[in-house]
């Protein structure tokens, strides 16, 4: 069991980046697929982006071309870097495996407003 531990969140402005970064306490390299979630209130916590131990990467169409997943596998990080923010990117923003495990961290929040 690897806890996850999420941080960057913040308030940004509609256009704007941010970067947010998950630790892990253990090896994250025994995960061959890691990804990036987010949930708002009241809906399902949905996946935003993958990346593979060799680093292969997907997006969701929401996302795709303004933000890029990266991993460390040396250092057992993951981070997010997310372009041309909208206000439908609000969240909490969570990391994971891909498939998931039950080890959910806090998340982190990331409100995109004016």
């Known amino acids: 069991q690897v806890p996850f531990v999420e941080s960057g969140g913040g308030l940004v402005q509609p256009g704007g980046s941010l970067r947010v970064s998950c630790a892990a306490s253990g090896s994250i390299s025994r995960f061959y697929n890691m990804g990036w979630y987010r949930q708002t209130p009241g809906k399902q916590r949905e996946l935003v982006a993958t990346i593979t131990r060799p680093g292969y990467t997907t997006y969701a169409d929401f996302v795709k071309g303004r933000f890029t997943i990266a991993r460390d596998n040396a250092k057992n990080t993951l981070s997010l870097q997310m372009n041309s923010l909208k206000s439908e990117d609000t969240a909490v923003y969570y990391c994971?495996?891909?498939?998931?495990?039950?080890?959910w961290g806090k998340g982190t929040l990331v409100t995109v407003s004016s």
């Open positions: 994971n495996a891909a498939p998931t495990t039950p080890n």
